[in-house]
């Protein structure tokens, strides 16, 4: 293929264990096993976490460039959720796992962004953690967890709200079930109205919005200026949802994702993006500069925004 | 079954009884894709791999990275080889 595009993941992950905690990947494994006994196969929960833990073998992201170069994705965000403070078997602290994805992001220069999350009850240390993460280290934007315990518009948020709408940095948020050891309820994508409301300048993204809560997450990008959704997520529900949502007049609010190294057993990068025309995600009706706008366009837009950076490119002519 | 003595057809045949019923009408061989071809996702990938396990006394838990990258009936046929 000459002409591969030049996509941008707007949802990934380094796959390393120290960046999910044993309890979370614990619950993970429980689904797995319940369903692989369900079917009457020789499992122990044990082998089922073996087999879970090998996709989680690559804490440099080498072998990821190759599959991003494969697949023509030029491009990845980094997400960092900080899971250290509702679960306490996080074997390194969030300030190790900043540290961990700057070295990522330097050995892979123009490859990877880092989305950084601090679990707001940290207090002070936590939001000056954060301030150093993108203002000295040049991370591009705020990932939250409300699983985790807290809701989007929580109050304890707004202080890391008033340090990305100071510099237009988007922030990324989980919505919906995960790993059963967090809360589910807590993370409705609603409970993200009153803060995109409050800081219009910051833009909010839905991660999974195509499977999880699909159409509160449509209603809210139809009439929120500043409301987005990934679609990371699609490769185990099927792709015949993201077809509806390309169908709901809000293709500049789509973005392209993948959750590497969730779904690494589904196939490599390349095969989870082939995978969507493959199977007729893309609506007829859809043009081809509506796929430019998901597969990269409105990622690039989202983060050019970042005032650190414009006004490092500035400095730099 | 030992598994020296396990041939291709075999694990052809075991990949066959794990994956949906649609794809294996169609036979299972070597050069197959376990995605493209096959549909394979994680769940079945896993359950592949459990049941080639119980059929040929391979070891899985040396092999799991083998397993994660494997793409075609032929890698899957190489892991049980070299196992
Ligand atoms: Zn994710």
Request: net charge negative; proline share 5%; charged share 25%.
């Amino acid at each position: 293929m000459s002409d591969v595009p030049k996509i941008i993941d707007f949802h990934s992950h380094i796959a390393s264990g120290m960046c999910f905690p044993q309890s979370f990947q614990g619950g993970v494994v429980d689904n797995m096993t319940v369903a692989l006994e369900s079917h009457g196969l020789p499992v122990t929960r044990e082998k089922v976490a073996r087999m879970h833990a090998g996709t989680l073998t690559d804490p440099l992201c080498d072998e990821l460039v190759v599959q991003m170069d494969e697949a023509g994705i030029a491009e990845s965000v980094l997400l960092l959720p900080d899971f250290t403070y509702a679960l306490k078997d996080s074997t390194h602290t969030i300030e190790e796992l900043v540290e961990h994805h700057k070295k990522v992001v330097e050995r892979h220069p123009g490859r990877f962004r880092v989305f950084v999350g601090v679990d707001p009850r940290w207090g002070a240390d936590g939001l000056a953690l954060f301030e150093k993460a993108i203002v000295d280290y040049r991370f591009d934007g705020m990932k939250l967890y409300p699983p985790c315990g807290y809701r989007l518009s929580d109050d304890m948020l707004y202080p890391y709200y008033e340090i990305c709408a100071q510099y237009s940095l988007p922030v990324l948020s989980h919505i919906g079930a995960t790993s059963p050891v967090l809360d589910f309820e807590i993370a409705q994508p609603i409970y993200v109205d009153k803060a995109a409301r409050d800081f219009p300048g910051i833009d909010f993204v839905l991660a999974h919005g195509s499977v999880h809560y699909p159409d509160e997450v449509a209603m809210l990008c139809n009439n929120r200026p500043n409301i987005y959704v990934d679609v990371s997520g699609y490769e185990a529900f099927g792709t015949a949802a993201l077809n509806t949502l390309f169908r709901r007049g809000i293709n500049h609010k789509i973005l392209f994702g993948t959750d590497w190294p969730v779904f690494r057993l589904q196939g490599r990068q390349k095969s989870l993006v082939e995978k969507l025309d493959k199977e007729g995600a893309f609506p007829e009706s859809m043009t081809d500069a509506d796929r430019d706008l998901f597969f990269y366009k409105n990622a690039a837009r989202l983060l050019g925004k970042n005032k650190l950076k414009s006004a490092e490119a500035a400095a730099a002519l | 079954m030992n598994k020296g003595h396990v041939s291709d057809d075999e694990i052809c045949r075991i990949i066959a009884s794990t994956i949906a019923q649609k794809a294996a009408k169609k036979g299972v061989s070597p050069e197959m894709s376990l995605r493209g071809d096959l549909g394979v996702d994680s769940l079945t990938l896993m359950s592949i791999v459990f049941v080639l396990e119980e059929k040929t006394g391979i070891d899985v838990f040396g092999r799991v990275e083998e397993f994660v990258r494997a793409e075609s009936v032929a890698d899957i046929i190489k892991v049980v080889r070299q196992s």
